[in-house]
């Protein structure tokens, strides 16, 4: 997956099973696992959350993905 790819997928509100699996590469069973750590955490906080989606923030947080370096790269090209 590209940077431009990566920063596109990033940019919805929410995180569908496939595209987490996308980003991490994961298979569905860890993509289910990291969903659902999420999920849980969240729900813990207080907060309600679609059935079948989590926030997308929360997953390049989980992911500890760096936004400004993949803008950077595509800046590049």
Known sequence: ???????NLISKQWCSLSDL?????F??????KIK???KNKLVNQGY???KHLVP??????YLDINI???????ERM
């Open 48 to 50: 309600r959350i679609p």
């Open 68 to 74: 400004n370096y993949l803008e950077s790269r595509v």
């Open 1 to 7: 997956m590209t940077a431009s790819e990566t920063l």
């Open 21 to 25: 699996m996308k980003l991490g590469q």
């Open 56 to 61: 997308m923030k929360e997953v390049v947080d």
């Open 27 to 32: 298979g569905r069973n860890s993509a289910l």
């Open 36 to 38: 659902r750590d999420i």
